[in-house]
């Protein structure tokens, strides 16, 4: 194991393991990003799947999301999100944004579940994800995104564990899909090639 690996596998224990009060990341030289690299990555594509690929991802979505875990609207399982976030100001959010947006799109998976692409087109996500979907900068781009991230974000949203649909489209648009419909979409859409 590379030294950079392992000590970043020792920061992520350390992150996992101890009381989100515990960490501070604000030593006054530290960009926005840089707060973000240890999970998702520099260049906000990262190779684990629990994070989500930030690179090229939607400026206003990202923004959304970093606003809702800092307010205490969105949380994740470990809590880490909300435990960094809070120690970000509104302008470093959007410094954050703006700086993973402008990254290069991370490269699809190669595999792609033929169905899923069946599932894409009758379920209507398009109409918000697709990236032709300009009137919409605040829903993320799908694809090139890890496909355990996709399906459990899907899972959780599906459950109602996770919000952020107000209207409650996509929750009805998940529950009329099972399990093996869920990995199969998140399967095509980490398949397809992120661009703008």
Same mark, same amino acid.
């Given at each position: ?17 101890? %009381? /989100? @009060?515990? &960490?501070? &990341? ?17 260049? *906000?594509?990262?190779?684990? #799947? ?9 400026? $206003?979505?990202? +923004?959304?999301?970093?606003? /809702? &875990?800092? !307010? ?10 909300? @435990?960094?976030?809070? +120690?970000?100001? %509104? ?5 954050? !944004? ?11 998976? /190669? ?19 697709? #990236?032709?979907?300009?009137?919409? %900068?605040? =829903? ?26 107000? $209207?409650?489209? =996509?929750? !009805? #648009?998940?529950? /009329?899909?099972? *399990? !093996? $419909? ?10 397809? +090639?992120?661009?703008?």
């Amino acid at each position: 194991m590379a030294a950079v690996d392992r000590a970043a596998a020792l920061a992520l224990v350390l992150l996992s393991a101890a %009381p /989100a @009060a515990a &960490f501070s &990341f604000d030593d006054g030289d530290t960009a926005a990003h840089e707060r973000c690299a240890l999970c998702h990555g520099l260049s *906000g594509d990262t190779p684990r #799947q629990k994070f989500p690929r930030l690179a090229g991802q939607r400026q $206003g979505y990202i +923004e959304k999301q970093l606003s /809702a &875990f800092r !307010a205490g609207r969105r949380s994740n399982d470990g809590g880490q999100m909300s @435990a960094v976030v809070t +120690e970000l100001t %509104p302008a470093q959010i959007t410094e954050a !944004a703006a700086w993973f947006a402008a990254q290069p799109h991370p490269a699809p998976y /190669a595999d792609a579940h033929a169905g899923g692409g069946d599932l894409w087109r009758a379920s209507g996500c398009g109409d918000c994800h697709a #990236q032709s979907a300009q009137d919409a %900068p605040d =829903m993320p781009w799908l694809s090139s995104q890890h496909p355990d991230y996709l399906a459990k974000q899907m899972q959780d949203l599906r459950g109602g564990l996770r919000d952020g649909d107000p $209207g409650g489209v =996509m929750q !009805a #648009q998940l529950r /009329a899909l099972d *399990g !093996a $419909g869920v990995d199969a979409l998140a399967a095509w859409l980490s398949a397809q +090639e992120r661009r703008e």
